[in-house]
Nanobody, 126 residues
């Protein structure tokens, strides 16, 4: 059974950095895409970044490039966020989906993921 557990969120000051973790279990990451999404209050869930468990290739949403980085260490996928701004506030979700025909970019843009974690809250405020 696919399980995804996010951690690392909290209340942080603008300009600081944060590392979110997504601990996976119940499946082999090598054959999956693992992505991060975020949902700000009153907004839809947006794709942030994705990593291929097969070859380590990554995707970051255009508007977030330069501040968001995704990485993987064994069964844990990290989302590194630098220079946090209040607009980064929201619940950050981890998601997983087997790699098939779609690119990880398309998968993320379409939110084409079947397994989701419960999310971790990030609040950026002074």
């Amino acid at each position: 059974q696919v399980q995804l557990v996010e951690s690392g969120g909290g209340l942080v000051q603008p300009g600081s950095s944060l590392r979110l973790s997504c601990e996976t279990s119940g499946f082999t990451v090598d054959g999956y895409a693992i992505a991060w999404f975020r949902q700000a209050p009153g907004n839809v869930r947006d794709g942030v970044s994705c990593i291929s468990g097969k070859d380590g290739s990554t995707y970051v949403a255009n508007s977030l490039k330069g501040r968001f980085t995704i990485s993987r260490e064994k069964n844990t996928v990290f989302l590194h966020i630098s220079s946090l701004i209040p607009g980064d506030t929201g619940v950050y979700f981890c998601a997983a989906e087997p790699l098939r025909l779609l690119s990880i970019a398309s998968m993320t843009r379409l939110a084409h993921f079947g397994s989701w974690g419960h999310g971790t809250q990030v609040t950026v405020s002074s």
